[in-house]
């Protein structure tokens, strides 16, 4: 996936968009692309994490043929993040509604950064009938007041 976030008039408020891609057994596919607002909630703090709602309409530029999406819908997540060192935590809970189903979703991740820019990370998602883990890393570059992210994943 490809995600672009901006400010929107502050940080507490910032809105996005995300295009998936994905590889259906019969090669590469457009996902659906969602448009996000997220609401810094809660900054965190030395007890406290912080939380940041999102809510997300999914609009259906996949293909339901290659299952890749295809179907219009929203997303709701609640997310929570803290910081320990160079170790960061995030969980989340969320709610997925495409083509009159639901799903409900819990989420975590554990990053270390192992270098100011390399990241090593663990992910597991859970819905309804399946969990996926999958370790990552994560390496960037700043250029001016932009930074460029880019994620390698295996999917377990």
Known sequence: AFTQEWPLFSHAHQISYSVG????GAGAAAGDTLINYRFQAMDETGTRPAFSPRFSVIVPSGSADRGTGGDAGWQVNLPFSKQAGDVYVHWNLGM??????STPQIAASAIWRARPMVNLMLEAVGSDDSVLIAPGVRSGWNRGEAQTVEIGRAHV
């Open 21 to 24: 891609a994905g590889n259906t």
């Open 96 to 101: 997925t509604r495409v083509a009159h189903e």
